[in-house]
């Protein structure tokens, strides 16, 4: 399938969202003429895994398979022996996120894998830079048991342009945006209701623009 036939995805996302059986799909996919990377018809198999990949909501995870032997370039599937990202707003989405969510919980109803479900993150498109005016990005890296989830300017992370950005760990911003709201506990639904936006300075300041006009300055540290 190419670029030019995204809107196929779409419908087929929003087609299984609104109860259509796999092999309804398969029908109507197959009639349009488009074909699979490799030149065959579209199979019900593929069509799963097309609904289960979250790459289609503008997402990206880094290092999927790795070379065992540089010499002979065998690559392998990573399980856990090295590093994976989990890039956000990598690219235009071709499924929105309640269409993705509806997907999802149907194949979860249905008792399908849902392994690579995306849930809605307080900080995407809250996160500014104040060196180069980009968004940040949400990052997961995991490596065997531990995971790590931190945000990088988008510039700096695709290396655009200069910029001196900081990285910013999730869980210190939640208790820097509970401090400042006021709240005990971090609630995503209250953040977005209030902050319409976080500028960060590459020194670490951060200025939260609340949604009713108002400001507050603060420093991200990573002793907090």
């Not at 399938?1 to 109860?19: H, L, R, S």
Request: hydrophobic content about 30%; aromatic content about 10%; glycine content about 6%.
């Amino acid at each position: 399938m190419n670029e030019t036939e995204g809107w196929i995805v779409t419908k087929m996302f929003q087609d299984y969202a609104n109860g259509m059986r796999v092999r309804d799909i398969v029908a109507w996919v197959n009639q349009t003429g488009a074909k699979t990377r490799k030149g065959n018809d579209f199979m019900p198999a593929t069509i799963k895994a097309m609904l289960a990949n979250p790459t289609y909501t503008g997402v990206l995870l880094l290092c999927k398979e790795y070379v065992g032997d540089p010499i002979i370039h065998d690559r392998h599937k990573n399980k856990g022996e090295l590093p994976q990202y989990l890039v956000e707003d990598h690219h235009e989405p071709l499924v929105d996120e309640e269409t993705w969510q509806k997907a999802q919980q149907r194949t979860e109803q249905n008792r399908q894998p849902g392994r690579n479900r995306k849930k809605v993150n307080a900080f995407t498109g809250k996160l500014k830079c104040k060196d180069c005016g980009r968004n940040f990005q949400r990052i997961t890296q995991r490596y065997k048991d531990q995971i790590t989830i931190y945000w990088q300017c988008y510039s700096r992370r695709n290396h655009l342009v200069e910029c001196h950005s900081i990285n910013l760990d999730e869980f210190i911003l939640e208790k820097i945006a509970a401090r400042t709201l006021g709240i005990k506990k971090f609630d995503t639904d209250f953040f977005r209701e209030q902050v319409e936006v976080i500028e960060v300075e590459p020194d670490g300041t951060m200025e939260f623009h609340f949604i009713d006009g108002r400001r507050k300055t603060c420093k991200y540290e990573k002793s907090q």
